[in-house]
């Protein structure tokens, strides 16, 4: 599951009734009610559970940070009691917050010191990475799954964003069975090169003098870029060339009109290896 299923869903335009300002999106009250009692109907405690996490993470984060939330205070502290439940549930028991909502964890990060937007994201971050890694590995493990897993030490690369769109990806495609699914499974490809883009380009690192920062969809300038200040030099011109061409046959089956299974495999197993490439990049030499 992903942040935005714990959303409901909005009325298509078509709709007669649809109303002139919608406001913002209304949090499932219902799901997290449904999720708190006991496992859901149609998704395991590990897959909400790393769904749910990464909507509490993002959250936090943007109330700390001065972002614009789209939970409000009784709601964050509804997904959090979920959250929990879950966590404890599938067996996790070090995963523990200091706070039950967004007044709480103000005042969490006050008596902390943290007084910046980092140390706020740092503090989040000690809290809730543990627990991304630990779900996602446990999403691995039940996965028996026919794609690469990479040669790294680590079972992650330790990005959450990354690795939870990598595990929405082994389970598309373990179930995957017609035309549809595999272009879905192309689309999932393309979705980890957003994310890859979105992790590794750092505009004040990798811009040059009066460029302007590519959106996150240019993921091959991005990644590319990334890659060039990492090893720079024509001698490493081919990795260039492995990131642009991993990416490229990302979209061809995204776009595909009958791509295969082995076609599909392919490029889930290169957009795999790529973000652990990567992720091996942050490395010392």
Known sequence: MKPDDFFLDRPHRDNPLWPDDLGPRRVDDDLLDRLRRGPLDDHDDVEAAIGLARLAHEELERFGTGGGVELAEQE???ALIALNAVVRRIGIT????????FATFKGHWKR?????????????????L?????????????????????????PVTGWAGVDAEIAELRRHFQQAKTEQDYRNVGN???IITEALSRQVFDPHLHLRD?????????TKVRIERYIEDALPGPENAELRKLARSAIEFAQLIKHRSTPTRREAGIAADTVILLANILRRLQEPA
């Open 76 to 78: 964050i502290r509804i």
């Open 112 to 128: 902390n010191g943290c007084d910046s937007y980092q140390s706020r994201r740092d503090l989040l971050n000690d809290l809730f």
């Open 210 to 218: 009066r460029e302007t920062e590519p959106p996150v969809g240019k």
């Open 130 to 154: 543990p627990l991304h890694d630990e779900l996602i590995e446990l999403e691995n493990e039940a996965l028996s799954s026919t794609l690469a897993q990479p040669i790294s030490p680590r």
């Open 94 to 101: 070090t995963f523990e917050l200091p706070f039950r909502d």
């Open 188 to 190: 999932d490809c393309v």
